[in-house]
C-alpha cells in the first residue's frame, strides 16, 4: 500500500517522541502523510516537520523501481495532514510540506539541523544512495537516520548493505520491521 505497516508506525512514533537534538524532523516521501502526521503528534513541540514528495509531473533524475511509478502518480501527497480531524490540527499545522526531486533539492536550509530522518521516497538503488549521502548530511550530532523497506525492496536493501560495508557506519535492522536504524555519532 505504500505505507510503514502498525509495528514501524510504533518505531517511527517513538524515535519521535525520544528526540533531544537538532530542530526539526525530514521525511523523503510523503506519500499519504500518515507518517508525517505521526510525527508531529509524537514530537516534541519545539520541533518542526519538513516533508519531500516528488510531485507526479516531474521527470526524476534518477530511474524509479519498477512498481514505483504508481506512489508517485496519486491524487495528492499528505491527504492525512492537509485536512487533519480536529485532534490533531494543532501537530499538522507543524508540518511543511515540499515538493521536488530529493536526489535535486536544495537542502541546504536543513544541513545539520535534524533530529530524525525518515528515508522513504524512491525505493530505486541510485536513489537510495543519495538519498542516504542526504540524509547523512542532515542529521545533526546524536540524531537518528531511519530507512524504510530494508528486505522489501531490492534497491534499498542493496544500497544501505553497500553503504554499511563500505562506510561502517554499524546500521541496525530493527527486527520484526523493514527499518533500518543509524545514529550519527552512536559508539
Not at 33 to 44: C, H, I, S
Not at 91 to 101: E, F
Not at 121 to 137: I, L, W
Not at 160 to 169: C, P, V, Y
Request: charged share 20%; no cysteine.
Amino acid at each position: 500500500s505504500g505505507d510503514v505497516n502498525l509495528a514501524e508506525l510504533a518505531v517511527l512514533a517513538s524515535a519521535a517522541a525520544a528526540v533531544t537534538s537538532g530542530e526539526e524532523i525530514i521525511e523523503m516521501g510523503t506519500f499519504d502523510g500518515r507518517t508525517t502526521l505521526n510525527f508531529a503528534v509524537n514530537a516534541p513541540p519545539q520541533f518542526s516537520i519538513f516533508t519531500l514528495d516528488l510531485p507526479p509531473q516531474t521527470p526524476p533524475k534518477f530511474a524509479l523501481a519498477a512498481g514505483e511509478r504508481a506512489y508517485v502518480d496519486k491524487p495528492r501527497s499528505g491527504r492525512h495532514f492537509a485536512e487533519p480531524r480536529p485532534e490533531f490540527a494543532a501537530a499538522g499545522s507543524r508540518i511543511t510540506q515540499a515538493y521536488g526531486d530529493s536526489a535535486t533539492f536544495d537542502w541546504s536550509a536543513h544541513l545539520g539541523r535534524a533530529a530524525l530522518v525518515f528515508v522513504d521516497g524512491s525505493h530505486a538503488y541510485d536513489y537510495v544512495v543519495a538519498d542516504s549521502a542526504t540524509a547523512r548530511a542532515l542529521v545533526a550530532p546524536g540524531g537518528l537516520v531511519l530507512w524504510h523497506d530494508y528486505g522489501v525492496w531490492e534497491g534499498v536493501t542493496r544500497a544501505l548493505e553497500q553503504l554499511d560495508a563500505e562506510a561502517r557506519l554499524g546500521l541496525k535492522h530493527i527486527r520484526g520491521t523493514s527499518l533500518v536504524i543509524w545514529r550519527n555519532g552512536a559508539p
